[in-house]
């Protein structure tokens, strides 16, 4: 399956949400949330893929475990098609299937097994001191001119103006 440099795939709980059970343990919500919202904004086809029980098996696990997921993609602007329960099966076939080039997962066994069975993906583990920089350097390499925060596109354009203006003094002298 092609690699699409325009799909990135994030976990649910732990991730986009507290754990399992509703504990307020998960100090990265709002970030993630945010760059969810952004990455669609830029135009990123966003899955979630989580292990819970799908609609079709709602009287597995904890019940209706897919209810609570719909309701959080729905807040972030992901449509239902895009969020893939896998039953508690690991994630990495699931990634594969749908093209994603990026993984973001707060289970460090995830990104184990994405990197055995996908090279070409890139698994980030919410662990990481550094996750949201190996983020955003993943989503600007896609994008050399219109960068992800911006602040490079803010440095090219007063470039631009700083090259017209001594192009301007050099011919108008
Ligand atoms: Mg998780």
Redesign the pocket.
């Known amino acids: 399956m092609e690699v699409k440099d325009n799909v990135i795939t994030w976990?649910?709980?732990?991730?986009l949400d507290h754990?399992f059970g509703g504990q307020e343990n998960n100090p990265y919500i709002k970030q993630t949330r945010d760059y969810v919202k952004r990455l669609i904004r830029k135009g990123y086809n966003v899955y979630i893929i989580?292990?819970r029980y799908g609609p079709e098996n709602s009287s597995l696990g904890f019940m209706d475990e897919h209810l609570q997921v719909w309701k959080t993609a729905a807040e972030l602007g992901i449509r239902r098609e895009n969020v893939i329960f896998t039953n508690r099966m690991w994630k990495y076939s699931f990634i594969e299937s749908v093209g994603a080039c990026m993984h973001i997962?707060?289970?460090e066994r995830?990104k184990y097994w994405i990197e055995r069975h996908l090279p070409k993906v890139k698994a980030i583990w919410l662990g990481y001191d550094n996750w949201e920089e190996q983020l955003i350097n993943v989503v600007d390499g896609h994008d050399k001119l219109a960068i992800f925060f911006g602040n490079k596109r803010i440095v090219s354009a007063l470039l631009l103006i700083i090259t017209a203006l001594c192009l301007a003094v050099y011919l108008l002298r």
């Open positions: 976990d649910y709980d732990g991730t754990h989580t292990r997962d707060d289970d995830e």
